[in-house]
């Protein structure tokens, strides 16, 4: 009859690695790693966390946005402190750090001709004339001065706004004076929504 080892392979080497942490074995079997795992790093790591705020609605999330000694933005993440959104964020928040830094991001106005599949580069200042002539031409071509019940309305329905939740106090202290002072009466703004 043969006899049975009291000790096998696996046990064996379970004891010796006994000592080590979890984490560095699978198992009784330790866990390989390479020199390039051990050395990788969080993009954030000794980066400074400055708070900060979701700019894109009226919920008010806080982030954390980590800057290097440089002063470059590394990332932007849900402040975990936050009684508001403890650490999370929507997609939109999720996408504050992709949006500011972008190479892909347009930094130039663009133009696309009617029936035209191209866009080209415009100046700022044609494309500024470009609205405001689109502008004039949409509020002389539906403005209202009397209605059909002999009052007076004032008003054109045929130019409506929808407002960033990124615009700031000034930015829409000036839409709403340009707005009003055309007649239009259609003015929302997507941090109400
Ligand atoms: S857009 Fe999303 S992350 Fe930003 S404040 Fe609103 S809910 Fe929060």
């Known amino acids: 009859m043969a006899i049975k080892p009291t ?3 696996t046990t064996i080497i379970s004891r010796a690695i006994s000592g080590m942490r979890i984490g560095e074995r699978v198992g009784n079997l330790p866990n390989v790693e390479s020199k390039r795992s051990r050395e990788l790093a969080g993009r954030v790591r000794g980066a400074k966390p400055v708070v900060s705020l979701c700019p894109y609605c009226a919920v008010g999330c806080s982030t954390l946005a980590y800057v290097s000694d440089e002063g470059k933005l590394l990332d932007v993440e849900g402040n975990p402190d936050s009684p508001v959104n403890e650490g999370h964020l929507c997609p939109k928040g999720s996408a504050i750090f992709g949006l500011t ?8 106005p663009k133009y696309r001709a009617p029936y035209s599949s191209e866009w080209i580069d415009v100046t700022m200042d044609w494309a500024l ?3 405001a002539e689109k502008f004039k031409a949409a509020r002389d071509a539906t403005f209202v001065g009397i209605g059909p019940d002999g009052k007076r309305r004032n008003h054109t329905l045929g130019i409506a706004s929808l407002g960033g939740a990124t615009f700031g106090l000034e930015e829409n202290y000036l839409l709403q004076k340009l707005f009003k ?13």
């Open 101 to 108: 830094v972008n190479d892909q991001r347009w930094t130039t």
């Open 129 to 131: 004339d470009r609205i």
């Open 181 to 193: 002072s055309s007649g239009i009466v259609a003015i929302e703004n997507q941090a109400r929504i």
């Open 7 to 9: 000790l096998d392979l």
